[in-house]
């Protein structure tokens, strides 16, 4: 696919120079690395906008060289007129291009808004059959971790996303605090995830393979490990996940959620599992935010937080 090749041109004209500078890997250059319809529209529409963009400004560069060197003084060919008002040439130049290129780019905006429109991505639509029935996924922020429910097993996980390949997964999202931003380069486009609000996204992954997900936002002292492992495994390994997960001891419950909900510190980003989870969790949570439910940060974590760290690892163990 035309794409692709693209993509992996750009990938690596954008490389060149900091592999000869520090020898750095492909992996900050996740966009042009995509695994799934929704990365791959996303990265088309991209590189549509930029190359019509670079050719309007690739194109006046030029003139303006080539005006400066046909109309320099030496050459003799530039020609005084005082009377002169009008050039139809030059009006047509001047209004036609950008008409031509708003009109191009309006028209690939319109397919690109519906294309990865999150709440209804067409670009996905045509895989539901393919792929079987979709997978629906409960996503709940808290600072700084990701819960990631999955209701029809009655499971969750924290800090790590499991989806079937060739599945379209559907998402829910919500916060419990400051907004975030959900965003897995990979496979899907950052959206917004915020307190008292439930939004949507969706993605589908063509390939089996563990992917970096993210937020994307700034939310306090934890951002910069409020991250998530997301593996895209066959529907096999998946069934026998979510067989293993129903199988741990802990549950989670809203009272139990009260306190996973807590400001935690969380820098070695293992994963934590849950069976026996509180059918209706994610809009009692989504319900008790819009009320005014929060969960304070302790003083310990913005004064001494290597303290607090030792106080939630012993809590952890124990």
Not at 8 to 32: D, E, H, K, M, N
Not at 45 to 64: H, R
Not at 70 to 86: A, E, F, L, Q, V
Not at 312 to 317: I, L, V, W
Request: hydrophobic share 45%; net charge neutral; aromatic share 14%.
């Amino acid at each position: 696919m035309w794409i692709e090749r693209i993509a992996r041109w750009v990938r690596y004209l954008a490389l060149a120079p900091l592999l000869l500078l520090s020898g750095c890997s492909t992996q900050g250059f996740w966009l042009f690395d995509p695994k799934g319809p929704m990365a791959h529209a996303d990265l088309y529409y991209m590189i549509i906008d930029v190359a019509v963009m670079l050719s309007i400004v690739g194109i006046t560069a030029l003139m303006i060289v080539w005006f400066m060197w046909r109309y320099r003084k030496s050459h003799g060919k530039g020609k005084y007129d005082p009377k002169w008002t009008h050039s139809s040439a030059i009006e047509v130049v001047v209004w036609g291009i950008p008409i031509i290129a708003v009109g191009f780019l309006s028209y690939y905006t319109v397919q690109g808004t519906y294309a990865l429109n999150p709440y209804d991505p067409t670009v996905i639509k045509g895989h539901a059959a393919a792929g079987g029935e979709p997978l629906e996924v409960d996503v709940i922020t808290t600072d700084w971790r990701w819960l990631f429910v999955y209701p029809k097993y009655h499971i969750a996980s924290v800090n790590e996303l499991v989806v079937p390949a060739h599945t379209p997964v559907h998402f829910r999202l919500t916060s419990t605090s400051v907004t975030n931003d959900f965003f897995i380069p990979q496979l899907v486009g950052m959206i917004d995830v915020m307190p008292g609000m439930r939004t949507k996204s969706a993605l589908l992954a063509n390939h089996v393979g563990e992917y970096q997900g993210f937020s994307a936002d700034y939310s306090g002292a934890g951002f910069s490990w409020m991250q998530f492992r997301t593996k895209a495994v066959t529907a096999e390994q998946f069934q026998q996940w979510t067989q293993r997960i129903q199988a741990s001891p802990r549950r989670l419950s809203y009272a139990a959620f009260e306190e996973y909900a807590k400001p935690y510190i969380d820098v070695s980003g293992k994963p934590e599992y849950f069976s026996g989870v509180q059918d209706g969790l994610f809009d009692h949570i989504l319900g008790e935010v819009m009320n005014g439910k929060v969960w304070p940060i302790p003083m310990a974590m913005t004064e001494n937080m290597v303290d607090y760290m030792k106080e939630q690892n012993a809590r952890t163990a124990n």
